[in-house]
């Protein structure tokens, strides 16, 4: 067999490598999810779950906090494609995403036990908003810079206050109340938002 036919007959290292990275992501996640708080969690912990080597786990973390916020990171999905026609249609599908989200037990679970210990892991949580957090920020600051700009919506608006009352209000009702079956919801936030509280 000459070099060229074994280089061949080789697997292609990459999809080897995605799936022993997804193992370590979801071993994390499992591991937090079953109540393992992040100051008890270990690489070794998490390499025996995955079933991989140590190594093979600080070949791509540096540390066991980047490992856990890649793994957090990996609950959200990536923001949802965007129809820039409307901004009130945008917002919509952004906060509806986040009621969706709210409804995965899973997930809800694991942020829990983790964000309990934020302010123990400070430089964890600032690559997880960095990783997670700040692209969905970046999306709905454009939407309504966006409206603004179109006359969409009012001409002194604060988008930061803006995005403040449409994710604290879908947040405060993930906390507190049951979204999961409340289709509507993200609309009555959003139009209530635009519309305001006053006569």
Known sequence: MTMQDAAA??????????????AIVEATLD???EGMGISELSIEAIAARAGVGKTTI???????????????????????????????????????????????????????????????????FDKFRKLAIEPRRAAMRAVLERGIANGELLPGLDPELAMAMLSGTIIWYTKWGQVEDDAGLAERIVDQVLSGIAP
């Open 58 to 124: 600080y070949r791509r973390w540096s540390n066991k906090e980047d490992l856990v916020a890649t793994a957090l990171a990996a609950l959200k999905a990536p923001v949802p494609p965007l129809a820039g026609e409307s901004v009130r249609d945008d917002l919509v599908t952004m906060i509806d995403q986040m009621r969706t989200e709210s409804g995965q037990v899973r997930t809800r679970c694991v942020m829990n036990i983790a964000m309990s210990e934020s302010d123990r892991y400070p430089h964890l």
């Open 31 to 33: 591991l937090i999810g």
């Open 9 to 22: 007959a080789r697997p292609a290292g990459r999809p080897r490598s995605e799936k022993a990275e997804k």
